[in-house]
């Protein structure tokens, strides 16, 4: 099976930057898409950032020109590094493979979740 590992959430305060990483293993020939979305305390899920293997990249207007998304194939790790962070980027992070090809076909998987806690 695919497992999304994520580290690099916690808590900082308002302007400070925090760099999060979540690293895919399995056997994964390739995965189409990676991103990570977020979810704060009563709202829904929403995307922040997403990335293809060919490095086209998809922002949330809210963090354009903040954070920056990149992704290493060779080693189906995706990062998010998250700068001049504010009290409305606190929430739960999640990793997101999108169409992860496996030898058990093609599937999307998630992460457990990090928190980012930003304070004012």
């Known amino acids: 099976q695919v497992q999304l590992v994520e580290s690099g959430g916690g808590l900082v305060q308002a302007g400070g930057s925090l760099r999060l990483s979540c690293a895919a293993s399995g056997i994964i020939f390739s995965i189409d898409a990676m991103g990570w979305y977020r979810q704060a305390p009563g709202k829904q899920r929403e995307l922040v950032a997403a990335?293809?293997?060919?490095?086209?990249?998809n922002y949330a207007d809210s963090v354009k020109g903040r954070f920056t998304i990149s992704r290493d194939n060779a080693k189906n790790t995706v990062y998010l590094q998250m700068n001049s962070l504010k009290p409305g980027d606190t929430a739960v992070y999640y990793c997101?493979?999108?169409?992860?090809?496996?030898?058990?076909?093609?599937?999307?998987?998630w992460g457990q979740g990090t928190q980012v806690t930003v304070s004012s």
């Open positions: 997101n493979a999108d169409k992860a090809h496996t030898t058990w076909g093609i599937h999307d998987y």
């Open positions: 990335i293809t293997s060919g490095g086209i990249t």
